[in-house]
Structures are given as structure tokens and as C-alpha cells.
């Protein structure tokens, strides 16, 4: 099981410096979407222990989801090397978030 969403513990420039793949998921700790999201985003990341995860509660007035452009939760932003390779937003499988793992974590 997930760890819950925290409130943001970092900005945006820190997550833009982190070296390697990473992946910034938005939403809150009630939203319905998320709960029903959140085995299928669980099975996508068995086996990518190396990918950084940060799970940030998100919602009115927090500037790190506005800067992603946030505006629907789950929102699931793969990024590597600080950059923005792939999105997906309310996943509804698996393989779409598996996917977009693969972005990240194949050599480009």
C-alpha cells in the first residue's frame, strides 16, 4: 500500500534538479479517484525501487501543483534528469502508468 499524500515538503527548482527518474503524483488522501488509482499505480511500480516517488496533497492554495498545471488528481508527472517526459491522469490501468515508467527508465 502507498504511502498517504503529504503536504508539499519540497519546491519546484528542487524537484527540477533531481538527477535520474522520478515521479511527482498529485492528489489528496479523499478523493475517490485516487483511492480507486492507487493499487493500479502500486502494481505499475513493483519492480522500479530506483524510481524516486513523491506523493504531494494537493488542493487549493498549493503552489506546487499550479505549477505543474495540475487540475485533475490523480495527476502522475514522469520526469527525468528535472524534465517532464510523460503524463497521465487518472489512470484507469496499470500498463498506462507501466508505460510511462518505461519513458523514464529506459535509456534515451
Known amino acids: 500500500m502507498s ?3 503529504t503536504p ?4 519546484r527548482a528542487a524537484i527540477d534538479r533531481f538527477d535520474g ?5 498529485f492528489g489528496t488522501n479523499w478523493c475517490g479517484f485516487c483511492l480507486r488509482a492507487e493499487p493500479l499505480i502500486d502494481e505499475a511500480f513493483e519492480g ?9 496533497e494537493d488542493g487549493s492554495g ?3 501543483g499550479r505549477t505543474f498545471r495540475v487540475k ?3 495527476t502522475l508527472v514522469f520526469m527525468r534528469d528535472g ?3 510523460a503524463r497521465v491522469v487518472r489512470p484507469t490501468a496499470a500498463d498506462e502508468i507501466s ?8 535509456p534515451a
Request: proline content about 11%; aromatic content about 6%; glycine content about 6%.
Open 48 to 56: 522500479h525501487a530506483g524510481v524516486r516517488r513523491i506523493r504531494v
Open 21 to 25: 527518474p522520478t515521479v511527482v503524483e
Open 99 to 106: 508505460r510511462a515508467l518505461g519513458q523514464i527508465t529506459t
Open 62 to 64: 498549493r503552489p506546487l
Open 8 to 11: 508539499e515538503t519540497t519546491d
Open 72 to 74: 485533475l488528481w490523480p
Open 3 to 5: 504511502e498517504p499524500y
Open 83 to 85: 524534465k517532464e517526459v
